[in-house]
């Protein structure tokens, strides 16, 4: 029996030899296996489970491990030990031996979400909790609570050099005491302790924070197993010093110091969905030890009690690009003392920590495709590449694709009109609204939108609408709305089209399109700008990020000539990629340092002083685009639940009178 | 011209060529002259100023340097040139040239202050001021403010890797924009930015407090200069909790939670004195950018916000020893939102931050001689040895040396008596009051004490009395009181002397000489172990820290025997040491480095544990003790203002029964 075991480890790899008896756990320590545990070998936090696996052509054997003793039988930790499973840290090697370490297992674990869209990520955990058992102070022994506890995670952890954060000064000794020299610590970053608590703890969680312009979304996460335990929206209150970035901007530069308010009403948002979510998953504000937040550069400022008016106009300096690591409260959220703040990088002055996030999710530098990745708010934040090279810009594309400068636009909200139809016979609409799954011409629609009632367009829907009345032909390739019909109703020298009529009836206006025209031709030329660095013709994948990516239908953004030539398959949502982003910034240390890295080797362009965006934006104001023309997808679009329409290339070219606008 | 010019810096003597028509300011920086500058070369600071001098042999050439141009006979700055001073940002080296650089013009400078003692503080400044002119931003160009920060410190000033303080988020932008980019920071260890000010700024403050269980100190110094700008005192307010330390312990022990009354009431107080110390100097709060604190281990651990009560019993406990870093707000004083707080290290649980600043200030370390540092509270700090070795201890003196314990004691306020003299013939008292200048047998006495009265006997009292009373022979060796005489009454068994017969009479007890001699056995017999353990018969200096050592007469402690054989002239009050070492940690990085090294090299030794000190504890007891008593001294002691007594050595002799208690 003393000569040495062959012990392997899956699904790692990692193998060598062991004297019999040792146990599994110790062993995989030295060999490097990635096994969990919070009690260090103590029998307690039941994280370190393992089984015995088979080697190739051998069986697994009944024998290759001790049989359970005490610690394991008498094992009632907060995570049952699963039939089959072994406790490493109790069960001896006494054969050669296949042990395999389920993920739940594993410090390093990828998780797979469950969630609209599945993601995966792989969790390396910014803050580890440690529990250890404190030498009691004597009077030979001159060293002091801190010390001692220093010494413990050497000791018994093996780490060096912790240093104490200074809101620990005061709970290290009562909690060493009421834990009676057993406590459990946190540690942020392998380099300082943030929290301590007396006796055995398995709880670190975090906030994973999306303040968008228009909502602000939080995440609660378990930082060790990377389990999401509730999740909460607010409206961001800062709607009311204006609804749309700019106005915002322009309320601090109006009010000298109104950033204060702006930054108050922000983080008391904030606040509050810690609140919500502390109560949701039945935990305390104190176990939220790590945070982390992303936001357009106007958010990201704000969140930091930053004056965001110098990205109000050229040269859009951010006072700030890296990635902020503070502590917690420096944002007024109550959670606990020690916990740390993290803001991923902004990329440039209009590129922020939220497209930041959208690459950390998306990962086009991860690929070898093409990816185009757009996130549309008041200005769109476009990422081009590879993982060969990745380009950014900002395209002041406006807020019309958010429903503003829109004679009938407002925020996605209850009552929108989120979705439209034209035939392209009779001119008429059905459309969809907010707040009802039913459309305009099905039965029950009026009694389903009783309460909301038809009170505007949304982005998704002004969208659609232009592209319809392209599609019949109402508006012309060059974005001029024409024709007879009860619908097209003269308004001075221009022409509307009325969608809805009603006690507040809804029209399409000559500036609604040309309105539409102005913002997509200023996002389809930031894109072809990028192409043009990238030196490319077409890109192998478009990626929408954001609200207006999960709300708008891709089809019609390739009608309307938003985004660029791609195969339409490899056209999609991303989703919240910025709320993924800062997920996967919460729960790695290795995501914190791949996104910094990426945000400095992305070369940003600048849309503002490259002469050929102003010839591409002009090029690309008509619909299609002038300039890339692709006249066959219109035919291509598959409009469900009506007749496929014909002879439009014909009546638009009819109705089509080259006037230029 | 071409040729290089032989250039030598005094008085550090560094030396090398330079180009004709460099200035001396960039040559100094090449050969690594200590020369300061804020303005990096400007000729705004005026902090750069030199004189040429004159090589052995040969005079002082006028035509070495460029003539003053522009920007000398300009210059305006608050630090005027001196006359015959040039600035060497803007004087140019035309010949060989010897350069003298002034004290003042030094960045590591020596100190010298004046006050009762006369004490060298060499600077070598923690937080540094620095002008830069920083780019401003363009649209070609991605950097952030503090990015552009970064860089000016690294272009200007050679500075790398320098983070900014998260307090300091919200600030960069408006003070690069309200001083046109060009801003002055602070810069804490060569590390964080702590401080940003629009425009060009000359002033860094910081506050070393002293905090004492009876009064807490504060002195404001600018961390440039080293000059102190003001001084203040307040009584710890934490009195109104118990009059010593262990009464306030004893407060927090009966009333859980308590502590946090305790940290209030001392944090107040030293808000307080930042009000005062800024009102004095006519500067700003947010002018202080460091705070330096020392005390006693509780004092220690109550500014910090930890509970006391593990030091108010064996085995002493302290939650921190290390030197603590941590923000200055984590005390609750308001000064500038970057500013740092640095306590000294705690040496051992009874042997605190003040100790440490003792030592740092009297430097026993520094020098061959062994020295006897003691400073007196509730527990006898003693600090003996050398630069070979260095020992301490604590000694559990109790509070008699402060006036607790004793009959008709009291803390050292206007009304006590401080000085006592005894007639021996006629065993008449004549006494001094604090708040009077007078001796009770001066004409003019009692109206001098109109206002206060006569209301007891502080610590250096007590020592004076009992050590007058044991010449005059009412005290026997081993502390009986005994006589017949008017002034000697019984007291049941025992007998008291009549010190002052008044409305409230101030008798001196049996009970306070039992007092008296278990507090100089406990001093003296800490002293002997120490010399033990370092194997020494004799030490070649003893200095007396703290309020005890600067109010008591060395020549009592000698006749008591509260400290060891020494010359006398070898024995000296270290006056405020613990607040001189405060102020050394505020004015040095390099003290910081020395006082946390030696820190850790002391030996602790624990007098609880010895019981070589209960030996020697029960040997001290007599007067002069019996282990080592030097009878021949008391005739040394020169008692000024009345006849030498005689015969008191037979008197002695006489009333000594050889009775022990």
Redesign the interface.
Known sequence: MSADLKVTFTPSGRRGTAVAGSTVLDVARVLGADIDSVCGGRGICGRCQVTVGSAPGTPASETALSPPGPTETNYRGRRPLVAGQRLSCAAQILEDVVIDVPPESQVHRQVVRKRAEVIDIAVDPVVRLHYIEVAE???????????RIQDALQEQWGLNGLT?D??L??T???AL?QGKWQVTVAIHDASVITGIWPGFRDVALGVAYDVGSTTVAAHLCDLATGDVLASAGLMNPQIRFGEDLMSRVSYVMMNPGGEVALTTAVRDAMDELIGSLVAEAEVSREDILEVTVVGNPIMHHLV????PT?LGG?????????A?R??AS?IDIAVHPGARLYLLP?I??HVGADAAAAVLSEGPHRGEAVQLLVDVGTNAEIVLGSSGRLLAASSPTGPAFEGAQISSGQRAAPGAIERVRIDAETLEPRFRVIGSELWSDEVGFAKSIEKTGVTGICGSGIIEVVAELYLAGVVSHDGVISGEHPRIVADGRTKSYVLHDGPSSILITQNDVRAIQLAKAALYAGVKLLMGHLAVDAVDEIRLAGAFGSHIDTKYAMVLGLIPDCDLDKVSAAGNAAGTGSMMALLSGAARAEIERVATEIE?I?T??EPKFQELFVGAMGIPHATDPFPELAGAVSLPARTEPSGRPERRRRRDRGSTD
């Open positions: 102070p004597t009077l030979d022994d001159d060293s002091s609570d801190l010390g104490a200074e809101s000064i005061g290290l000794q009562p005491r930091l009690g930053i004056d110098p050229a040269p859009f300096a951010l006072a700030v690009d890296k902020v503070a502590r420096l902004c440039a002055g940003k600048e503002a002083t």
